[in-house]
């Protein structure tokens, strides 16, 4: 069974910095992309970053330059660097992993649970 395990949500002001994780198992990730998306109360999810298993990344227009992605495929592990964090960051972070052709769709095989992280002003 497949699990995605996200961690390193929390509470932090604006301008903080947090750190994602995103642990994978259950299955050999190799050649599948990793993603975050987000959820704020009231919206969509959304895209926010992804990466392939050759390191290409992607990101949406409203975090780049102040988010970063990463994965350890040995450990089969996506992180996401957060900084310069502003309110409107607030929402539901899940990682998602599968085979893709374009990692920015939301058409993941496997969803993680979800990580609060909320940005006070």
């Known amino acids: 069974q497949v699990q995605l395990v996200e961690s390193g949500g929390g509470l932090v002001q604006d301008g903080g910095s947090l750190r994602l994780s995103c642990v994978a198992s259950g299955r050999t990730f190799s050649n599948y992309a990793m993603g975050w998306f987000r959820q704020a109360p009231g919206k969509e999810r959304e895209f926010v970053a992804a990466i392939r298993w050759s390191g290409i990344t992607y990101y949406a227009d409203s975090v780049k330059g102040r988010f970063t992605i990463s994965r350890d495929n040995a450990k089969t592990t996506m992180y996401l660097q957060m900084n310069s964090l502003k309110p409107e960051d607030t929402a539901v972070y899940y990682c998602?992993?599968?085979?893709?052709?374009?990692?920015?769709?939301?058409?993941?095989?496997?969803w993680g649970q979800g990580t609060q992280v909320t940005v006070s002003s």
């Open positions: 998602a992993a599968g085979p893709k052709c374009d990692p920015r769709n939301s058409d993941y095989l496997y």
